[in-house]
């Protein structure tokens, strides 16, 4: 990149180059971000699978229709029937879309911008820059550049109509969540295109953009619309395939079509994620390539084609999604104990280990949860003794404001195994998990136990506790 | 004014008890100088006001013009503390325990700020200052380190006086380099005295009675006897003989808990205490008082056997309380213990009537 172009503008003209290889030029950067993670330069004759398997129509979108019309609508309403040439007094709108990974996010608004004629802008994060050549702006203060100066049209647009979207968040935003309200303040009155914000949620707190970026504050302030995507339903994963599937029977000099075994298996192991589902078949469906043997258990299918494949290709190694479990479903876990007999003894039908490592993370709230609903799972007063002991214990783990990373899991196993083994007598009904109750301390007064006489001394009223039996 | 403040001694000749100590505190201060000090004892000994005098006698009246004000910390990770402080132009008082975990940055700016001032005039005064940090056994361990090494490097320009109720979380490297002061509770009979003396000089009669009753009720806490007077004084305007002293609301409550454990043993009770534990745990009573309170009126139901094993129990989780993160979990997990425990022992004994 040459030292005068400060703006980002130089950049994305670098990209439009690039991208000329390539046979549509619409929606330029985003594809380029596609073709370098093709995978099909392993084959012989060049053949781009995912390329030709992209949503080009809306029909081939596996979302869901109503999910498509509300981003549509909202895409009508600020960027077709926005008024023109009132730069003044016209403030720049908002959508966040967020959802799990391979919801079809990005491929919506993709397909919907290029139905309706808009072209789309993308931020990527710099990371071909090096500093000494290139001082000056720091990447927060590019970024806003970008929101708000990007209003050149590139040379190879089609129409006047402009969305910008951001996928990959500058990093020094996501590490301090706060400057985020700065940037918005200024793209919101000088932004002159709507920008398209494209969240991932994640299971940690830490991670999700959804929450920490945009508070709730935010979105009131600039009138951040939110579109929230679910994870794929069943039949359009099998409708998706169906269409890769066609297009495994056009290239059968190429490809070999996969059983319906392998095709359901891999329907149940990707868990909604789309973009999951589609390697896996791609795989699959590779020549000179068994059948992907697949493992049918009670729980959900698995593929163990790792071994075989890492010859091949590094890219390929997890095949499944890990599944992930909520909160309330591993408390409900610990609560509901499922035993099985062996001879004359039992054992607790639960992989721990799995369950210990899912929440490794987060011990304190985990137990948290544990104790706030353990006594309604309860149905003997001594079984309730034994485990809050177990609780009790688990705590002289976590001491008070030390982190000490490593004895955090074990807090986590005697809670749990604690709490499993000690329920002999279950309560089997429907309860509802509430969550840990916040104590504040109201720490307004010195000597809070001597405050009762200073109140009656002082004839202010005294009646904080009840104290009728 | 309250009673407790405006009676307090201001000088160490005119304190009331533990007058050898008093002498020996004096002789402390006599060449204008003294180590670094950690006084302890039970709450309402007396420590404070100790100190007060030490400090009056080293740098006279000055002492007295205190101003109370905030100040502002940033951590390392840019979050904003504020700890209120009080101050005079001779020493600063505050309780870095205030801030929880973040106490340890207090403790180091405050030292810092106090130790890198020269005193300006220094044949006028002395030439260090006094920094008082009160509970000091609630620091975090981080804390209590740091305060070890700025100790140490400051001592020119700084003393430090530690007050606390037990040094038993005082991590003994920060012992071994303060001069340990204990200032045990004052005698029943020393209360009863000094509940004269102050309501002679509030010109009313003070009943003998009730202020046996005052003395056996405040548990050897001063402070307490004197509100508890006072308090007396103000219901009834005129101390009358025959008058009923009055214990706070939150010992009644805990009582209340004891009393329902006893009454029925159930799951359902144990949910009703949990949030009865809360409320007083919300209203800021510490939690090895309610301990206490709790022991002491479950041991007035229970014979000697089942005392034995409820005290052993107590003594557990007590232990684990000091240890451990959240006071509730020992707090609901001895209830259910004493609970349990109480059951057998009436299941054993209908089983020994038939």
């Keep these: ?469 | 004014m309250l009673w407790a403040d405006k009676y307090r001694p201001k000088e160490l000749s005119s304190l009331d008890y533990h007058k050898d100590q008093a002498l020996n505190l004096k002789n402390l201060t006599k060449d204008g100088d003294f180590p670094h000090l950690l006084i302890y004892g039970p709450v309402g000994a007396g420590k404070k006001t100790r100190i007060m005098c030490l400090l009056r006698e080293l740098y006279g009246p000055g002492i007295d013009r205190v101003k109370v004000e905030t100040m502002n910390f940033t951590t390392p990770s840019n979050k904003k503390i504020d700890i209120s402080t009080i101050s005079s132009n001779y020493h600063i008082e505050l309780s870095p325990s205030d801030v929880g975990i973040n106490d340890r940055v207090v403790i180091m700016d405050v030292i810092k700020n106090v130790a890198q001032t020269q005193q300006l005039n220094a044949n006028a005064q002395r030439e260090f200052k006094v920094i008082l940090l009160t509970d000091v056994d609630n620091l975090t361990k981080d804390a209590q380190h740091a305060l070890r090494r700025t100790m140490e490097k400051y001592i020119a320009n700084c003393r430090i006086i530690l007050c606390t109720t037990s040094i038993s979380r005082v991590i003994p490297a920060i012992r071994s380099r303060c001069l340990c002061i204990r200032v045990p509770a004052p005698s029943t009979e020393e209360i009863v005295t000094i509940l004269t003396n102050v309501c002679t000089k509030e010109s009313l009669t003070l009943p003998e009675e009730i202020s046996r009753e005052v003395a056996t009720k405040c548990n050897r806490n001063l402070r307490r006897a004197l509100l508890m007077c006072e308090a007396c004084k103000v219901e009834k305007q005129l101390v009358l003989p025959k008058q009923h002293v009055v214990e706070p609301d939150w010992l009644l409550f805990i009582k209340n808990i004891a009393q329902k454990m006893v009454k029925e043993q159930s799951l359902t009770t144990l949910v009703k205490l949990r949030e009865n534990l809360y409320e007083l745990i919300v209203f800021g009573i510490p939690s090895e008082i309610i301990f206490c309170a709790l022991l002491k009126e479950l041991l007035k139901n229970c014979d000697l056997d089942l005392a034995a094993l409820i005290v052993e129990q107590a003594a557990l989780y007590e232990h684990r309380l000091a240890q451990g993160n959240k006071e509730i979990f020992h707090l609901e997990a001895f209830v259910a213990k004493c609970m349990c425990l109480y059951q057998n022992m009436m299941q054993e004994l209908l089983a020994c009537d038939f």
């Design chain 1, 1 to 469: 990149m040459k030292k005068g172009a400060k703006k980002w503008l130089g950049l994305q003209f670098d990209f439009e180059e690039n991208s000329k290889t390539i046979p549509s030029t619409n929606c330029t950067t985003v594809e380029v971000k596609k073709s370098k993670s093709d995978l099909s330069a392993l084959k012989k004759r060049t053949f781009n699978f995912q390329l030709h398997l992209k949503p080009k129509i809306v029909t081939d979108l596996a979302v869901h229709s109503k999910k498509i019309g509300e981003v549509e609508s909202w895409l009508q309403l600020n960027v077709i029937n926005r008024p023109k040439n009132s730069v003044c007094n016209q403030t720049a709108s908002f959508l966040l879309i967020c959802g799990p990974t391979g919801s079809g996010k990005t491929a919506t608004i993709q397909v919907l911008c290029k139905k309706l004629g808009i072209d789309i802008s993308e931020w990527t994060n710099p990371v071909d820059q090096e500093f000494d050549f290139y001082r000056g702006v720091n990447q927060v203060t590019g970024f806003t550049e970008f929101l708000t100066e990007s209003k050149w049209n590139s040379l190879f647009s089609v129409s006047d109509k402009k969305i910008i979207l951001v996928e990959d968040f500058p990093n020094a935003l996501v590490r301090k969540s706060e400057d985020f309200g700065a940037v918005l303040e200024e793209c919101y009155y000088k932004g002159n295109y709507p920008i398209v914000f494209i969240c991932t949620d994640s299971n940690d707190s830490k991670m999700n953009l959804s929450e920490k970026l945009f508070t709730q504050d935010l979105r009131n302030k600039y009138k951040i619309v939110e579109i929230s995507f679910n994870a794929c339903a069943m039949t359009l994963l099998r409708n998706a395939l169906k269409r890769a599937h066609n297009l495994v029977q056009d290239n059968l000099d190429l490809f070999k079509t996969p059983s319906p075994e392998t095709v359901n298996a891999i329907i149940a192991t990707s868990m909604g994620d789309i973009k999951c589902a589609i390697n896996q078949y791609y795989f699959a469906s590779l020549l000179g390539t068994a059948d992907l043997p697949t493992v049918s258990t009670k729980k959900p299918q698995k593929t163990g084609t790792k071994r075989k494949r890492t010859e091949t290709s590094s890219s390929v190694q997890s095949m499944s999604r890990d599944q992930t479990l909520g909160l309330f479903h591993g408390v409900g876990k610990v609560l509901n104990p499922k035993r099985v007999e062996t001879g004359g003894s039992w054992r607790l039908n639960c992989d721990l280990q799995k369950l210990i490592d899912e929440f490794s993370t987060q011990p304190t709230s985990f137990i948290a949860f544990l104790f706030e609903n353990y006594v309604k799972y309860y149905g003997n007063l001594d079984d309730v003794c034994a485990a809050a002991e177990i609780l009790s214990l688990s705590q002289t783990f976590l001491e008070k404001w030390v982190d000490r990373q490593d004895v955090l899991p074990f807090s986590l196993w005697v809670a749990v195994m604690g709490l499993m083994i000690h329920n002999e007598h279950r309560v089997m009904k429907w309860t509802p998990i509430t969550g840990p109750k916040k104590t504040q301390k109201k720490v307004s007064e010195r000597d809070v136990t001597d405050l009762y006489y200073r109140n009656i001394i002082n004839n202010v009223e005294n009646s904080r506790f009840d104290v009728t039996v």
